[in-house]
């Protein structure tokens, strides 16, 4: 079992920076891929940003070059800094994570971009 608690949401004008953290635990020794999703009010949820094998990382098209993602093995916790952001980044940011074959989420975080 791997838990995964989000933390850093909250609210900023278009233009502005917010960094997302969330912190893994329990059976993090097999967790091959950790990232980051976002499920927009009327939307499906849709992936971030995501690290894959420790060191590979993808991104959504539209959050390319704004956002970057990263991972503190010694601290457990991915991060997700979040620069330049646009009122369509307005939405609940869950962190995920895949162990053992099993995807695990968190319970998501509100980020809130105002115009």
């Known amino acids: 079992q791997v838990q995964l608690v989000e933390s850093g949401g909250g609210l900023v004008q278009a233009g502005g920076s917010l960094r997302l953290s969330c912190a893994a635990s329990g059976s993090i020794f097999s967790i091959n891929a950790m990232g980051w999703y976002r499920q927009a009010p009327g939307k499906q949820r849709e992936l971030v940003a995501a690290?894959?094998?420790?060191?590979?990382?993808n991104y959504a098209d539209s959050v390319k070059g704004r956002f970057t993602i990263s991972r503190d093995n010694a601290k457990n916790t991915v991060y997700l800094q979040m620069n330049s952001l646009k009122p369509e980044d307005t939405a609940v940011y869950y962190c995920?994570?895949?162990?053992?074959?099993?995807?695990?989420w968190g319970k998501g975080t509100l980020v809130t971009v105002s115009s």
């Open positions: 995920w994570g895949r162990s053992g074959g099993m995807d695990y």
């Open positions: 690290i894959i094998s420790g060191s590979s990382t």
